[in-house]
C-alpha cells in the first residue's frame, strides 16, 4: 500500500514539475491554470469551513478572507509574472516550495523518529529537517546558478521559505483534523485535493517572494 501510494505521489509531482515548466513558458496556461486551482481551492476550503462550523457568520467571515487571499494570490503571481526576472524568482520560490515538499516526505519516510505535533501525526521532526535542507540547497544551487553569488542571506530565503511551507502544511492539517476528514479532495492522486498538494505553495510562495525583497 506504501509502495503504491509512493508510485503515485511520484507520478505527480513529475506532472507538477512539467505543469510548471509550461505555466513558465505560456501564458494562457498560467491564467488558465490559475483560475482553475483557485475555483477548487475555494471550493475545498469552504467544504472544510463548514464541516468545521456551523456559525453563519464565522463561515462567512473565513470563507471571505480565504477567497480574497487566492485572488490577491492569482492576481499577483500572474502580474510579477510580466517581468522575466521576477518571473525567474517566482518560480525559483515556487519550486523550492516543492523543494520543502519533497525534502519533508523524503527524509521523514526514511528516519521516520518523533512527531513533529500532534495537528499532523504524520509529521515528523526529521521530516522537518529535511524539508529546511532541502529548499535552503535547492534555492542557494538555484540562486548560485544564475548569479554565481552564494551568501547567508539566500540560504536564509530558503530556509524560511520552508518555514513557511511547513506552517501552512500544518494550518491545513489543523483544519482537516477539525473537520475528521482525510483528504481535502481527490484531484491529485496520491495527494489528494488541491489544499492537499498545494497548502503550503499558498503560503510559502508569497512570504518566500517577500522574504527575497525585504533581505535583497
Known amino acids: 500500500m506504501i509502495e503504491k501510494n509512493l ?12 505543469l510548471a515548466a509550461l505555466l513558465f513558458y ?3 496556461m498560467l491564467i488558465y491554470t490559475l483560475i482553475v486551482l483557485g475555483v477548487l ?3 475545498e476550503f469552504t467544504s472544510l469551513i463548514n464541516k468545521i462550523s456551523k456559525k453563519p457568520l464565522f463561515k462567512f467571515f473565513l470563507n471571505l478572507i480565504f477567497i ?3 485572488f490577491l494570490f492569482s492576481f499577483f503571481f500572474f502580474y510579477f509574472s510580466s517581468f ?3 518571473k525567474i524568482l517566482l518560480f525559483l520560490i515556487l519550486l523550492t516550495c516543492i523543494a520543502s515538499d519533497i525534502g519533508g516526505f523524503i527524509v521523514g519516510k526514511i528516519f521516520k523518529g518523533p512527531k513533529l505535533t500532534k495537528l499532523s501525526p504524520k509529521k515528523t521532526k526529521s521530516g ?3 524539508s529546511f535542507l532541502f529548499s535552503s540547497i535547492f534555492f542557494s544551487l538555484s540562486i548560485f546558478y544564475f548569479t554565481n553569488i552564494i551568501n547567508i542571506k539566500i540560504i536564509l530565503v530558503g530556509l524560511l521559505t520552508s518555514m513557511i ?3 501552512g502544511d500544518l494550518f491545513f492539517s489543523f483544519l482537516k483534523r477539525k473537520s475528521n476528514v482525510k483528504d481535502t479532495g481527490n484531484f491529485f492522486p496520491g ?6 498538494r498545494l497548502d503550503s505553495v499558498f503560503f510559502g510562495l508569497p512570504f518566500g517572494f517577500i522574504f527575497l525583497i525585504l533581505l535583497f
Open 128 to 130: 522537518s529537517v529535511g
Open 68 to 70: 480574497i487571499y487566492i
Open 191 to 196: 495527494h489528494g485535493g488541491v489544499l492537499d
Open 26 to 28: 505560456s501564458k494562457f
Open 7 to 18: 508510485k503515485k505521489r511520484v507520478f505527480t509531482s513529475i506532472v507538477l514539475l512539467f
Open 41 to 43: 481551492s475555494i471550493i
Open 165 to 167: 511551507c511547513q506552517i
Open 84 to 86: 522575466f526576472q521576477l
